[in-house]
């Protein structure tokens, strides 16, 4: 059996329905996995939800806003009995489009990215850890950035709220780590994703802003695929409380 098959496993996805969360979802499934989509707009899951049954696997569609945690109470209870167990927890759902400096920021406006961005993580992490505390096995996987480990001028609740999940994913891993739980983050780079469509594809920003980047370009979202296959399986059996950075070499030169 390949250390990377995930036949049997079941997983749970929020911000699925576009992006990175969308891609790691289909690649769960083409590793094995059956699947739990939850985001906000239920057209978009049912288009990722159709990619994942013609890989032959069940994909059940949860709507749900992940900064309720009333929301999330639910969505993961209604994930364990549709899919019986889960494995695999991915907190996926994130972003932000604000670019200002601090003095310009409305406290209401960081109040909602901090809900977004790190609430929801631990609405999803608490909710679930009664169920993996029991089965005592499971492998969660959040999904931070780089805006977390490197300064992230005029990009400041982004990146404070992703320095939250991280500190977070270390903390539940020391917690659970005796329980058979592994608990790991994921920090994508600058990625070609629809939150990040205008700089992309405009023709001197986009260059401009992976200049500093060693490999000279974004990353494709699809290149976050194999590393959450590594974190989900049994290839990565004895990794807990690691921030796996896929940024193109982007930290190594801070």
Same mark, same amino acid.
């Given at each position: 059996?390949?250390?990377?098959?995930?036949?049997?496993?079941?997983?749970?996805?929020?911000?699925?329905?576009?992006?990175?969360?969308?891609?790691?979802?289909?690649?769960?499934?083409?590793?094995?996995?059956?699947?739990?989509?939850?985001?906000?707009?239920?057209?978009?899951?049912? =288009?990722?939800?159709?990619?994942?049954?013609?890989?032959?696997?069940?994909?059940?569609?949860?709507?749900?806003?992940?900064?309720?945690?009333?929301?999330?109470?639910?969505?993961?209870?209604?994930?364990?009995?549709?899919?019986?167990?889960?494995?695999?927890?991915? &907190?996926?759902?994130?972003? @932000?489009?604000?670019?200002?400096?601090?003095?310009?920021?409305?406290?209401?406006?960081?109040?909602?990215?901090? /809900?977004?961005?790190?609430?929801?993580?631990?609405?999803?992490?608490?909710?679930?850890?009664?169920?993996?505390?029991?089965?005592?096995?499971?492998?969660?996987? &959040?999904?931070?950035?780089?805006?977390?480990?490197?300064?992230?001028?005029?990009?400041?609740?982004?990146?404070?709220?992703?320095?939250?999940?991280?500190?977070?994913?270390?903390?539940?891993?020391?917690?659970?780590?005796? =329980?058979?739980? /592994?608990?790991?983050?994921?920090?994508?780079?600058?990625?070609?994703?629809?939150?990040?469509?205008?700089?992309?594809?405009?023709?001197?920003?986009?260059?401009?802003?992976?200049?500093?980047?060693?490999?000279?370009?974004?990353?494709?979202?699809?290149?976050?695929?194999?590393?959450?296959?590594?974190?989900?399986?049994?290839? @990565?059996?004895?990794?807990?409380?690691?921030?796996?950075?896929?940024?193109?070499?982007?930290?190594?030169?801070?």
């Amino acid at each position: 059996m390949s250390l990377f098959d995930l036949s049997g496993k079941t997983a749970f996805v929020t911000g699925a329905s576009r992006g990175i969360g969308k891609v790691i979802a289909v690649a769960l499934a083409g590793a094995g996995a059956d699947l739990a989509l939850v985001a906000r707009d239920a057209d978009a899951l049912a =288009e990722t939800a159709s990619d994942i049954t013609i890989l032959g696997r069940k994909a059940f569609v949860i709507t749900a806003d992940v900064t309720s945690q009333q929301a999330v109470e639910h969505a993961v209870a209604l994930a364990i009995d549709q899919l019986g167990y889960v494995d695999v927890v991915v &907190n996926n759902a994130g972003g @932000s489009n604000f670019v200002a400096g601090f003095r310009d920021l409305r406290m209401s406006g960081w109040d909602k990215l901090m /809900r977004l961005n790190l609430d929801s993580t631990a609405y999803v992490c608490h909710a679930f850890a009664g169920h993996l505390l029991e089965r005592r096995q499971g492998s969660v996987i &959040n999904v931070a950035s780089v805006a977390g480990v490197a300064s992230s001028p005029y990009r400041a609740p982004y990146g404070a709220a992703k320095a939250g999940v991280i500190s977070l994913t270390r903390s539940l891993a020391v917690e659970w780590g005796g =329980e058979g739980i /592994r608990v790991n983050a994921l920090c994508p780079g600058w990625t070609a994703t629809d939150m990040n469509r205008t700089l992309w594809e405009d023709p001197q920003a986009g260059p401009a802003t992976v200049a500093s980047v060693p490999m000279r370009r974004w990353a494709d979202p699809e290149e976050m695929a194999g590393p959450v296959i590594f974190l989900a399986s049994e290839a @990565s059996s004895y990794m807990t409380g690691q921030v796996l950075v896929v940024d193109g070499g982007q930290t190594a030169t801070a």
